[in-house]
């Protein structure tokens, strides 16, 4: 029996797929990096099914990649030569959802909006919100340690993961953390699960915390005639203790992309704006101090609305920007991350990088956490960025680095940071992780050559 | 040369303490756990002393405590016979302190409240407030994953701390985490370390979340004729989003204890206290919120106060618990956390205890997180707490976990949890710890029985 045959056996019907244009579309995730030819692809069902494959994979040395949505943008997803593809997507279910207890227990499979909108039936909301999040899953984002916008507020994945089940390489069942809001028993497995990427198990359930869902938010949105106003007035914000639920800029390159498709009127002088919101009880007040900051820091014009459709348009603008980009060309997508005082810095590093190689680079900022996604733009149809990207891209790495940051707040490393690891990691850190590697997946067959 | 000669050696004048009776002092935290007796004390000065004695301690293959300020209650710092005690306290220094990127770089002797008290200078707060934070260390909080009154509202240790510096068993320094408020390069390194007890390596450097500085808090305080009243209104309150920034349960017996003390007029029929604040910029509307909360539940009396003085006296309330129990006896204190909603189950579990085993138990808990302090009373001057008070912890325990908490919210296990270690860790999970401790410590010189 064909190794493959012996995986089909141990799976109920219709679980495994074999047809190479079918596991071509499961061996991609949302950049550009082309993958190899898969053995297959699973479609778990259940825990049992993820068991029978990791086990399978363990007897036969075959090398596995656990996918959710493939919503990354670091060729986390991607599945090279052999593998095989193991799809968490189906295992869709919400479990538990306790309200009293503000905690809910989804497997993998849930999109990340949908557990947000069935803790909303109880009064409570799933913070998390990564750009995708009306698409990507529950499991990608605890792979991922993913961000979003709320998280200046509402911390990223990590913090609100509590507990996991996970299935270890050799197909046991590990289970960490717990159900309560506090716990100290025991090394902090829950954590290390959390952004390591699928390569130290897969995640087949996760207890998560719930939150209150705040007031209704007041929003304002503010262009300055320079980013390095704008990176003021973030600063100034964040110090003044105003709490916001959500900070994001955006470019002037970001600004005429989506001006281009959707014509938002933008002015001439506009060289940032920042979209902001409060949550809190009297977010109103909120939202007037942060826009009396702005205008202490040379805003040209500053709007405050409570209006549920004006913030709903506001926050389409930014929720917008990544697609404005993509009508532009193929899109590398960035995610460093500084310490908030250099944000500026950051920025005009970009700006230099840009157009020191002739490279369109459109940055937007979860500003409030030093988060920027500079999105560097080259020709369509292309399956590798041009020589000058990526020279543009070390320079931004470089300077990120320089300036206390790092490779990726949020994205993961994937494949497409490992070029750069070797700058922010050193030795010491790379041999013990490649260690904890080794504890839980002594084989490597865990989505090999990602993240670490 | 013995052994111990060559570690003096290797150390700057006086950094080793070898007199038994001074030893003995470094050998304790603040349990009743007994100490062996230990080789020697190292008072390390610098990392290069850290860095000595662990190259020193690796080749002769003997075993380290670390330790703080000896606050611990789980008798993680309990030294045992021929180890050598490993003290940071005099590695006090605040590294820097960024108020515009809101964190500080501080080392492991730094005590928790000064360095609260060093960010204020800059309008900024560092969040983590163990009980004992004007006399615990950083780097025994760090070790912990000490909670606190304000981690209802700001989290435990764990979600300040963003990067590490720590001295591995073999003397290699390894640098974890970041500077900035995110970042996913990489398995999170520092979460593994925070909360593991000294058992994978020393930390010798932390950089560490600040805060803006809230509002000046609101207060109150509430008396209720039931427990169970009390536990209910918690759960309103939560679930409310009201956000305290603090939250306090203190049982009858804790509320006697303080009374026969300081004679605070306990009234006959007061079976709880309930005392919460509110640090919003609209914290007196929402303690106002929260006393008609605990009205509706069934509060006997209520008082609201914003007044700094009245605060400070409602707040040193709770703060004298831990003493006003000491007067009684001497102490085991325990920290299981269940969640939220079971809380009266759990607080109506132990007084059952009590009665079923004749023990005084005093109750304090950090309700808002469901973290309960059970604090077991027996006669001073015995070494070793009688047999009734350890059945009734087991009970206690066992009842925990039934109820989906955990053994312990924010102490750590210690020596003291470890007989219950296995109820609550499955053989998956401490296998895989023990996995991740050979990877850190191979020779199992670091702080060896504890933890895990």
Redesign the interface.
Known sequence: MRPIDALVSSLPDGRVVTDPDVIDSYARDRTFVAPGKPLAAVLAGSRDDVVATLRWASEHRVPVVPRGAGTGLAGGATAGDGAVILSLARMDQIREL??????AVAEPGVITADLDRAARQH?LMYAPDPSSYEISTIGGNLA??A?GLR?VKY??T??SALGLEVV?ADG?????G????????????T??F???EGT?GVITAATVRL????AAPATFAAEFGSLRDAGAAV?AI????C?PSLMELLDRATLEAIDDWRNIGLEAGTMAMLIGQSD???GQ??AARMERLCLDNGATFVAVSSSPQETEELIGLRRMAYQAKERLGACLVEDV?????VLPDMIGAIEAAAARHGVRICTVA?AG???LHPVFVFEHGTSEPPPEVWAAADEVFTRALEL??????????GVL?RRW?AL???P??RE??H??K???DPLNILNPGK??
Chains 1, 2 share one sequence.
Request: charged content about 20%; some cysteine; proline content about 4%.
């Open positions: 306790a309200p009293a207890d503000e905690i009064g991922t340690n961000g998280c911390g990223v990590r913090d270890l046991r069942i590990l289970n960490t717990r159900r309560t809001m506090k716990g100290v028993t025991g090394y902090d497995l954590g290390l959390v952004g390591s130290l939150r209150p869902v705040p600063s964040m110090a003044a203790g709490q809190a009880s009297d007040a909120a991350c500084v310490p908030r005082s979860h956490d030093g988060n206390g940051g790092t490779l990726t707040g949020e994205h993961g490393v940071k690891l922010e990691t050193g010491v850190a013990v992780q260690g904890i080794a504890v839980f993240a670490i």
